[in-house]
Each structure stands twice: as structure tokens, then as C-alpha cells.
């Protein structure tokens, strides 16, 4: 439908190659001539502090799935659902 989803995340590192601490993670949509975006927030409400990777949104708009990734063979990734409310899709 012309629409590009996008997961961005923040780490506390001093380069582009080394990980670092996640410090906050985004989810958000482009379209040909808007776009929004949003924090990503735990079920408590607090601001995520996880490595998002990957996303799958629902058919509808209304929800999703993210995916994590620790970067450490010792934490398993984890798979979230999302519900997607008061995201303004994109025109």
C-alpha cells in the first residue's frame, strides 16, 4: 500500500560497529508524502530498552511482531507482540 514500517534503535556506543547499551527504540511508518513514529513502550508504559530487529506488522495496521536481539549467545532473542495504537499511518 506504499508504505515502509521501520524499527530504530539508540545504543551508547563510541562507533558504528561496536554494540553498546540500548537507551531507546522507535517504531515508524513512511509514506510518499508523511511519515510518524513513536517509542516503543513496555506494557508498563516505560520506554523499551531492547535491541529490535525485526518486524512484522498485522494485515490490518492495528498490531505486529519485533524481534530482539541481545547480542549475546547467553540471552535468547525474544518475539513481542506490538499493538499499534495512535500510530498515524502515512499517506
Request: hydrophobic share 40%.
Amino acid at each position: 500500500d506504499g508504505q515502509l514500517w521501520y524499527l530504530a534503535a539508540a545504543e551508547d556506543t563510541p562507533d558504528a560497529i561496536s554494540d553498546g547499551q540500548v537507551v531507546g527504540a522507535v517504531i515508524g511508518v513512511l509514506g510518499a508524502e508523511s511519515g510518524s513514529w513513536t517509542p516503543i513502550l513496555e506494557s508498563d508504559g516505560t520506554p523499551s530498552v531492547r535491541k529490535f530487529e525485526g518486524l512484522v506488522i498485522d494485515a490490518d495496521g492495528a498490531g505486529g511482531w519485533l524481534v530482539t536481539d541481545a547480542d549475546s549467545p547467553e540471552r535468547p532473542t525474544e518475539l513481542c507482540r506490538i499493538a499499534l495504537r495512535g500510530l498515524a499511518a502515512a499517506k
